[in-house]
Every structure is written in structure tokens, then in C-alpha cells.
């Protein structure tokens, strides 16, 4: 194989495309530990607003929306790591990482009322997994990742283990399903063991202040553009050319919808977010339905299966985005102009705001479970308005209550829906006819995309071999070992994209290795045999 072509970060111009926390990283590893000018770094985003799946937005009146939070946790090296350099949202002398390290001492997840049935909650003392299922759960993570190809969990599980707590926990807090990838969920249990025992109680995850929009993406974007870093968008890519031979991958031009081309010198990079959770989303109203969209709305989509086309080596997005059916979930989220709610939760759960995380009603048909974040969730909302966000996997099945499916249902009816699986809906009829609450529902056809059963090479190499100016990043390129469905898999790919393509002298942050920790397997062992 020919040598790999060095590339001069000086004269470097590099293009991301798409502007998630993927790219936000790699232009700050570029400009940081690459050397490349900011002003040389262009992010090419589709839409009006920055940051993919870490989003926040709205305001008191017309209510606020967040499609979906990314629980953390501080074993989550790489992304602690790019953001302990980044200003923080409101103190530029506190680091981003530093103002949630902070936050989270003083609000310490710890759910009291994590699984309810019949708006009471169940005894959470035990995962209540039959002697085999124990077996079959801990044979998974010594299992070799290659020999599980595509098969789905249910694959590998007996019917009665998808009753257990310990799978309501599960399929909650990561919202893996019956059919998911049977390899995915091996990762999360040998990347995540360590947070195994502390499951019942959500113990050991981490949350940013705010959402993710501006605790995040508002610094990150704040710091790239003081260093020069140029955000373009309403700039669509539709497709990339390459010069391919049987040794080298070299990308040559770049087009956009708009009809413009970029060429790409001998120097310039090309880093590409192939797939999207978000695409596509659609938000309904308090009083219309959302509605489902799908690839020919997704531009994400359709420009990895141009790419894919063109070289085995760029993945196959078919197993990913193809089955909308089994990927799509709904998602809401309430404004409250009272705490009438907030204050019933507080007491019923013993939680205080901020501390409870995922409260899953193991009896609705929709499989919903909601959350309720420190207040306030978002800078711009008032000390009397209260928020929170809420979520179903099981969209297709009518309500216990309401006798229509998730899908088709108005803001308005999930929270009839919610109020009357808590048996609070007397309680909330006054609020709700005083006009005191709004309700967005989101559609979203590819959140459970990433989980969808796939082989090894459908998910391209972030480098794939022979790639002398581009990479792959975010969820849909392949990070050995971390798990999809993290920020810290997306800051790993810019991570693994920049210091590849790059001469930085840097390495690669390694992944928490906790699987080989006696005293966590001890733990993990005696919690899934309680």
C-alpha cells in the first residue's frame, strides 16, 4: 500500500457535514490539535439551527420542545475531555465539564419511583430474572461481538424475560426493543456494567444544567466562532466524489442541493455524519397529531446511500433506516403554567426535581415513561412555568385510556393518557381547562435506528481503509468496543476522524475499561441475582 499522503494543516480546508456534537468536536480537534486556521474549518448544516439531536428550543407561550436528552455519565472520557476547555453556558470561567461535575454533586440521581403499574409504584428490589435468564444475561458479555452477526435480543432470551424489571429498566433507559441488536446491547452491558447495580435507582447518571441545546451546543458553537470557525446553513450536501482505487479513497468534490460544488484541493478534508436519529422528525401541536415522515424528507439518509453505492467500504445504511416501522418512537413534551403536577410528583415519588429521572408505567400500552429535569430546563423560562418530556416505544397500540394509538394522538390526549395511568386526572381536569398547559408531540421514524439488528462493515470504519482525506463520524461510523447512542460515541468518532487524518501527536482517549474490574463484576453479578 502506498504511503498515506502527509496533509499541511495550514493550507488545510476542511468541510463538516452536518453540525452535531460529532462535528462540533471535530472542528475543535482541528483547530486546537490539528493546527488547521478556523477559518479554514466550514460546517455545513441542512437546517436553520446548529447541533442534531442535542436540541432545546422555545419559549412560555407556544411551549417548549426537546425531542430527547442523552443521559451521561463521568466515566465518558472523551466527551468530558473536549468539553473541560469550553466556557460554560452563563460563566466563561467555568468549563462546561466543571459546571456539570458541579451540578450533578448537588443533584444526585437517585429514583424512587422508577417502575409504576396502576399509578403505584413496584418494588424495584429485584431485577427478578430466573436463574437461566441470569446465565444467559452475563454469558452475553464473554460471547465474541463477531459471532452474534444481526440477531435481534429476542433471539437470545427467553419470551418471559421481557416482563422482568430488569428489562423495563432496560428498554427505558436506552430504549432498546424486543427486535434491537442483539450485539448492541452486549456492548451496553460490558461498557456500562459498572452501572449495572445502580439500575433500579437511575445511580450514576449524569445531566447537564440545562438541555443539551445550551448547556452543550451553544458553548461549543460560541467557541468555534470566536476562533474563526464558519457555520453555513441552509447548505445541503447531496453527494461527495471520489477517486477510488484499489489502495487509496480520495474525495474530490463536494455537492450541494443548491447546485453549488466545492472542489477539494490537495490539502482539504471532508468529514461526514452519514445517518441521523433526528431525520425527519415532525412536531404536531396540543390539538393536531405529529406527523411521520420518512427518507424522502431525509437528506442524511439519502446522501449515505449515494455514498454507499460507490464503495463496499462506505457501510450499508439499508439495515439502519429501511425499517421505519421498527425504529420510529414519539416524544412530548409539557408546558405547565403551574406546578400543580410538579408538586403531586415530588410528593408521590419523594424526588425533588432533577433527581428522579425516567418514571416508566410498566402497564400503558404505549410503553411511555417521562422525566422531570431540574428547573428550569431552559435559560429563557420563567421561575412559574414548569416543563417536562416524556416518551413512548410502543407507538402503534391504542391507549389504555385514550382509544387511539400514539401516533395519532394530539398533545392534549398523551397527557390525558399520562394523567389517567397516574390516576391524577381530577386532579389535572382544572389546570388543563384553565388553558395552563401546552403539550408538543415530536415524530420521530429513526431514533431506534442505531440499534437496529447489523453485521459487522454496515457501520463504516470512521477511516476506511485507504482513506486519505474523509472520514465518517457520529453514530453511523464504527468505534470498536463504545456503544451508539451516547455523545460520547459521536466525540470518540471526531476524536478517532482528527487525529487520524492528522498529525496532532495525540492519541485516541481509551474507553472506560470497568468490564475488567473484579469488584464491579462482584457488583453487577450479586444486582442481576437479587
Not at 385510556?401 to 401516533?407: D, G, R, S
Not at 475499561?513 to 462482584?522: K, N, W
Request: proline share 5%; glycine share 8%.
Amino acid at each position: 500500500m502506498s504511503a498515506k499522503p502527509k496533509i499541511d494543516p495550514a493550507l488545510s480546508h476542511v468541510y463538516l457535514v452536518g453540525s452535531g456534537i460529532a462535528s462540533l468536536a471535530s472542528a475543535v480537534y482541528l483547530e486546537r490539535d490539528a493546527g488547521v486556521p478556523g477559518k479554514n474549518i466550514h460546517i455545513l448544516e441542512k437546517d436553520a439551527i446548529l447541533g442534531g439531536a442535542l436540541d432545546g428550543a422555545g419559549d412560555p407561550e407556544k411551549g417548549f420542545v426537546v425531542r430527547g436528552g442523552r443521559m451521561h455519565e463521568m466515566h465518558y472520557t472523551c466527551y468530558w475531555d473536549l468539553l473541560s476547555a469550553i466556557p460554560s453556558f452563563e460563566d466563561p470561567n467555568v468549563s462546561v465539564r466543571d459546571e456539570s461535575f458541579d451540578f450533578n454533586k448537588r443533584f444526585v440521581s437517585n429514583a424512587q419511583a422508577r417502575l409504576l403499574r396502576e399509578g403505584k409504584k413496584l418494588d424495584v428490589s429485584s431485577f427478578g430474572l430466573s436463574k437461566r435468564q441470569q446465565m444467559k444475561l452475563l454469558e452475553l458479555t464473554f460471547v465474541p461481538e463477531k459471532v452474534l452477526g444481526d440477531r435481534r435480543i429476542e433471539d437470545w432470551f427467553d419470551h418471559d424475560f421481557f416482563t422482568t424489571n430488569f428489562w423495563f429498566f432496560w428498554t427505558s433507559m436506552f430504549a432498546f426493543q424486543k427486535w434491537s441488536s442483539l450485539a448492541e446491547m452486549r456492548r451496553y452491558m460490558k461498557r456500562f456494567i459498572h452501572l449495572v447495580a445502580g439500575l433500579p435507582r437511575l445511580g450514576g447518571v449524569m445531566r447537564t444544567k440545562y438541555n443539551q441545546y445550551h448547556s452543550v451546543v451553544v458553548p461549543l458553537v460560541r467557541y468555534l466562532e470566536a476562533r474563526g470557525v464558519r457555520f453555513h446553513t441552509g447548505k445541503e450536501v447531496v453527494d461527495i466524489g471520489f477517486d477510488l482505487s484499489a489502495d487509496r479513497k480520495r474525495a474530490t468534490l463536494i455537492h450541494l442541493k443548491d447546485g453549488s460544488e466545492i472542489v477539494l484541493g490537495k490539502d482539504d478534508c471532508v468529514l461526514v455524519t452519514n445517518g441521523s436519529l433526528t431525520e425527519s422528525t415532525d412536531n404536531g401541536t396540543w390539538s393536531q397529531p405529529a406527523k411521520l415522515k420518512g427518507l424522502a424528507e431525509s437528506g442524511s439518509w439519502q446522501l449515505w446511500k449515494r455514498l454507499a453505492a460507490k464503495d463496499a467500504a462506505f457501510g450499508d445504511p439499508d439495515p439502519f433506516c429501511d425499517r421505519i416501522d421498527l425504529q420510529r418512537w414519539w416524544s412530548f413534551t409539557a408546558t405547565l403554567k403551574d406546578a400543580t403536577f410538579h408538586d403531586y410528583m415530588e410528593n408521590f415519588s419523594g424526588n425533588v426535581d432533577g433527581t428522579g429521572g425516567l418514571v416508566t408505567l410498566t402497564d400503558s400500552n404505549w410503553l411511555m415513561s417521562f422525566v422531570i429535569a431540574r428547573q428550569p430546563h431552559f435559560p429563557n423560562q420563567p421561575p412559574d412555568v414548569k416543563i417536562f418530556w416524556g416518551y413512548g416505544l410502543h407507538s402503534d397500540r391504542k391507549g389504555n385510556f385514550v382509544p387511539k394509538t400514539m401516533a395519532e394522538c394530539t398533545g392534549k390526549e398523551m397527557l390525558e393518557e399520562l394523567w389517567h395511568h397516574l390516576r391524577i386526572q381530577d386532579r389535572m381536569q382544572p389546570v388543563m381547562d384553565a388553558g395552563k398547559v401546552n403539550c408538543i408531540p415530536v415524530a420521530m421514524p429513526y431514533v431506534d435506528s442505531l440499534f437496529m439488528p447489523r453485521k459487522l462493515g454496515d457501520r463504516p470504519k470512521v477511516l476506511p481503509e485507504g482513506a486519505e482525506n474523509f472520514a465518517f463520524l457520529g453514530q453511523f461510523a464504527e468505534a470498536p468496543i463504545d456503544c451508539v447512542f451516547t455523545v460520547e460515541y459521536s466525540v470518540r468518532t471526531a476524536q478517532m476522524a482528527v487525529y487520524g487524518l492528522y498529525e496532532t501527536g495525540k492519541e485516541v482517549l481509551p474507553v472506560y475499561d470497568s468490564i475488567h474490574q473484579p469488584e464491579v463484576l462482584i457488583a453487577a453479578a450479586k444486582a442481576i441475582s437479587s
